[in-house]
C-alpha cells in the first residue's frame, strides 16, 4: 500500500537570496522542439519486446519491477495457506485451503459492521519481503488485509505492527485507507485506469498487464510501425531527468492530479509532491520518517541538486543498483566510488580509508550505513534514506533526530559521538545543513523566531526542494514583508517546486495583481493548481484552473479528500445541495476523522443551518477530544442560537484544551460581561490581551466593561491601549473623544 492518511485537511529572481541551478528542473524536463511527436498507439504487453530485446528481458522478468503484481498460484502461496490462524487483538484471522480454493477468514470481536466472511483471493502484491494478497468486495472493488505473508520467515504479520487499526478507521484494512483501486494499483501494473464511477462508487479498473512492464517506463507504441521495427520509436530521446521523473510517479509520496503520466512529462504536471513541510513525514534534517520512498528524499539532497539520477546507481531492467546490490558494489563502495572516486559528476573526491576512520570491511567504512541508513517500512522493509544524510550527532543531543553514528556506537553515549565527529571533520560539521534543521524545526515548533531563521537559511539555499520547504513553513507570515518579496522572486526564478510553494503565499495574501496571472499560467500544472486552489475565493470558475482542479478532485474523489475538495468546489460554483452530499461523503468514507464532521458544520452554520451544524460538531468532539477549535465552533454556534450557559461551557473547555487561544478567552469575556459577570469578562479579556499584543479588540472591550463598572480611569487606560495598537481603531477613539480624551 503506498499511502497512510496523517489527515484529511483539503490540500491541496534569487540572484541576492540563493543560487540558482545551472538548470532548472521546469527546462530539463521539458521535450525539446527537435524531438518527434509523442506515440498515440496502445501501450505494449511485455511479451512483443522480448524478441529484440532478450537481455533486457532476462534481466527484467526476475525483478521487482516484473513481479511487482501477480496471480495468484505460485509454491509461495501454496505455503502461505497451508493452514495458519492467526490473532492480534481483536481480530482474528484464518489463512486455509489450496491453490485452487485458498481462504481468507476475518472475524472482529467487537466489530458492528458487516463481516467479510470467507474469502477467496486471486491475485497477490509482490513476492519478497512480504506478500499482500487482494480480496474482492464487490462494485468491482478490491481491499488489501493488513496481514502480510513474509516468505523468509514463512509466516503471517501485520504490516501495522503493533499499531492496530479497528473498523471504521480510514485505515483498517476493510476501509478507503486500503482500496486496492486507488491506493496500490496504479504502481503495480501497466497502463493501469482506475475507473472509479462517481455515482454508484464502484470500479472498473482496467491495465494492460501486471507487474510494472516495458511500457509503463517506454510509453505508447508507435502507430503503423513496420513489423521489423521497433514498437518505441528510437528517435525520440529522454534526458536523464525526464528517465527520473519517470520512476517518481511510483517512487515517491505524492498527491494524484490524475494517471496519464507518460515519459517525457513532467513530474509536476500530474502530480503535487509532498516536502518536510508537512508534519509527521520526515525529521526537521530531512531524514525519512514515515514512508516517503525515495524521489523526495532524493530532490533534498545535493546529488539530486547536482543533477545525478536513477540510472546512475540503478540499473532500470534489473531494478537494482548497478553491480548486484548491498552485498557487492554497494557494500565495497565501488558503486559510490565511480563518481567520489574521482569528483566525477561535481562529486566531492573522496578517499574512503580517510573519510571513514574506520577499519575497512566493517560496517563504518561503508558509504551507505553512514550516509544511506535503512528504516522498515510495512512492517519488514528496509528502505534506504535516498537523502543521503551526514551523521550529526549534535543535532541528536539537541533535537532527537536519527544519526548513523547511534546506530553502532549508542552505548558510547552522544558526547563521545559529538567530541570524535567534530574531532575528524572539524568545521565541515557546522554545514548549512545544520542551520536549516534548526530553523525547520524551530517551525514546526512554532518557536520565537523562527521567521527570522528560516529567511535566513533560505537566503542562503540552493536545492530547490529545500526552497519550496522553507518557503511552505512561512506560511504564517505570508503577508510578511521579507517573506512577500523571497515568494516574488521564486515564482519568477525558482525551480517547480519552488515556484509550486511561492504560487501558495502569493494567493494565501490574498494577491490579485499580475504576479497571481503569472503562477496561474505558469507552464507547471502543479503550480497552477496551487495557485487556483490557495485563491480559491477569487477565482472565477470560468477560468482554465477551476477545470483543472475540478479535473483533479474528480480524480481524487472515491476518497475523502477529494469528496471535500468536490464539497468546496460545489461550494464555489454555488451548487449548495452538491456540496453536502459530498461533504456528508467525506464524513462518511473517513468516520474516524474529525475534520470532515467540522468542514460540514462550518457549511451548515452558513448556510443558516446552525441548529443542524451542532450534531456534526458533537460527533467532531467526540473523535477529536484535545482539538480546541471543535469546542470554540460549537460555542459560537451555541451563542447564535440563543444558548449561552451551554456556550460559556464550551468556551471554557476551550481555552482549557489550549490556554494560548486568545480569540476563545476574547468570546469568553464577551459572554461573561453579558451574563453579567464582569471581573471574570475582564480577567478573560486581559488574557487574550496578553496573548495577542497587537490586537485592539480585547484592550476595547475591557474599557466598555470598566466603564459600565463606573472605574473611568482603568476604561481610559484601556482605550488608550487599544489605540496605541491601532491608532486608526475608531470606536476606541471616539470612546476617548467622549471622555474628553
Known sequence: MRFRSL??????????????????????????????PRPTGPLAKSSECAACHKEATEAWEKSHHALAHRDFGTEMDAEAFAGFEVTLGNASWKFSGSLDEPRIIWSHKDSDVSQPGTQQPNMAIGVDPLVQYLLHTGDGRYQ????????????????????????????????RGMNWNSQCAYCHFTGLEKNHDLESDGYHTTWIEQGVGCAQCHGP????????ECIIDPARKYTKEQWMHSCATCHARRGEFDEKFS??????????????????????????????????????????????????????????????????????????????????????????????????????ASCIDCHMPKRNYMGRDPRSDHRFPRPDPLLTKELGTPNACNNCHEDKGLDW????????????????????TRA??????????????????????????????????????????????????????????????????????????????????????????EAGWSSLDRLPVDHPVFAEITAMAKHQSDQPTGAMTMARLAVKRGDMEDAEKWFKRAAKWDPSSSVPRRDLAIFLSGQGRTGDSISWLEEAATLAPDNAEIPYLTALALSELGRPTEALTKFQTTVQIQPGF??????????QNSQGN???????LQQAAALEPGNPDAPYAMATIYLRMGNAEFAINSAEEAVRRDPGHEAANQFLRQLGR
Open 144 to 175: 488489501v488485509p493488513d496481514l502480510a505473508w513474509d516468505p523468509a520467515k514463512k509466516e503471517w504479520f501485520s504490516i501495522y505492527g503493533d499499531d492496530q487499526r479497528n473498523p471504521h478507521e480510514w485505515g483498517h484494512w476493510t476501509e
Open 417 to 436: 559521538q559529538i567530541e570524535w565527529s567534530h574531532k575528524w571533520y572539524g568545521e565541515d560539521m557546522n554545514a548549512v545543513s545544520r542551520k536549516r
Open 7 to 36: 489527515t484529511i485537511l483539503v490540500a491541496l529572481s534569487l540572484v541576492s537570496f540563493s543560487c540558482k541551478k545551472d538548470t532548472p528542473e521546469s527546462d530539463a524536463a521539458t521535450p525539446s522542439a527537435t524531438m518527434p
Open 678 to 684: 464582569p471581573q471574570d469578562a475582564v480577567a478573560s
Open 221 to 228: 507504441s508507435r502507430e503503423n510501425h513496420g513489423s521489423n
Open 440 to 529: 525547520v524545526h524551530a517551525a514546526n515548533e512554532q518557536r520565537p523566531g523562527a521567521l527570522d531563521q528560516l529567511i535566513d537559511v533560505f537566503d542562503v539555499e540552493e536545492i530547490d526542494a529545500w526552497q519550496a520547504t522553507l518557503l511552505r513553513l512561512m506560511e504564517p507570515w505570508a503577508a510578511d514583508s521579507r517573506v512577500v518579496q523571497r515568494a516574488n522572486r521564486s515564482a519568477n526564478d525558482g525551480g517547480p517546486l519552488a515556484r509550486t510553494a511561492a504560487a501558495l503565499l502569493i494567493g494565501r495574501r490574498g494577491e490579485t495583481g499580475p504576479l497571481m496571472e503569472k503562477v496561474l499560467s505558469d507552464p507547471i500544472r502543479a503550480v497552477r493548481i
Open 263 to 364: 515519459i517525457g512529462d513532467s513530474f509536476h504536471d500530474h502530480y503535487s509532491l509532498s516536502l518536510p513541510s508537512q508534519a509527521g513525514l520526515w525529521y526537521p534534517d530531512g531524514q525519512q520518517l514515515d514512508e516517503v520512498y525515495k524521489f523526495n528524499n532524493f530532490l533534498l539532497s545535493r546529488m539530486g541538486h547536482k543533477g545525478i539520477g536513477c540510472t546512475d546507481c540503478h540499473d532500470p531492467h534489473a531494478a537494482e543498483p548497478i553491480g548486484g546490490g548491498d552485498d557487492v558494489a554497494l557494500r565495497s563502495n565501488a558503486l559510490c566510488m565511480t563518481c567520489h572516486g574521482a569528483g566525477a559528476n561535481e562529486a566531492t573526491v573522496i578517499n574512503p580509508a580517510e573519510h571513514t576512520f574506520h577499519t575497512p570491511g566493517t560496517a563504518g
Open 662 to 671: 486568545a480569540r476563545a478567552w476574547y468570546n469568553l469575556g464577551l459572554l
